[in-house]
């Protein structure tokens, strides 16, 4: 566990390839999705919130704090992370936010470790990798990137994670698939629902 690492779950899309419900509410190995990307990050990180824009109640019995993303809504995963980083700023013993999927069920129990140990700098923004590409919804946010990505929504100039980071001092962590699995292979479909519960059941 790192401390002074605040850990927050993103669990704030739309799901329209799911049909429109929240889909860390579905279930894979007889676990909601939200709970299983709690129980793996919990233990990495010292406190934790969700970021989702649904009624809070409905992830109340997660007994987690819900952060919806500021006004106006709609802005995707920089919106989610802009209020997580608000959030963790008030946690006094914090200096950086972890992001971590809910849709993503295997996400690696050495994620924040490895983030950490890739960053060259204390001020440096580390993103997850893996098959040659990033994931930029897991990644290491240090909390003076608050002002600057909050002039960067309001900017207008990009809603993409990638196109922030690029414009920032940062670098990526390479996460191999050793037992053949992507670790951020997410849910997006129910096909891909079903290939995760495959996947739970030969991993128990």
């Given amino acids: 566990m790192v401390e002074t690492i605040a850990g927050l779950i993103l669990a704030g899309g739309a799901s329209r390839r799911m049909g429109g419900s929240d889909k860390f509410l579905l279930q894979i190995g007889g676990q909601r999705l939200i ?63 972890v992001t971590a999927a809910s849709d993503a069920p295997f996400f690696p129990a050495d994620l924040v470790a490895r983030l950490v140990a890739s960053a060259r700098t204390s001020g440096q923004i580390v993103l997850a990798a893996s098959r040659g590409r990033r994931h930029p919804v897991f990644g290491l946010w240090p909390l003076g990137e608050y002002e600057p990505l909050g002039d960067w929504l309001r900017s207008g100039t990009s809603l993409k994670v990638t196109d922030y980071v690029g414009s920032r001092n940062n670098t990526a962590c390479d996460f191999q698939d050793e037992t053949g699995i992507d670790p951020f292979f997410n849910v997006n479909t129910p096909e891909h629902l079903d290939e995760a519960q495959r996947l739970a059941e030969t991993r128990q």
């Fill in 35 to 97: 709970d299983r990307a709690i129980d793996r990050l919990r233990p990495q990180v010292g406190p934790v919130a969700i970021s989702a824009n649904c009624d809070p109640s409905r992830l109340g019995d997660t007994r987690l704090p819900v952060v919806p993303d500021a006004e106006p809504a709609g802005r995707g995963p920089l919106a989610g992370i802009l209020a997580g980083l608000e959030w963790a700023r008030a946690e006094t013993t914090v200096s950086h936010l």
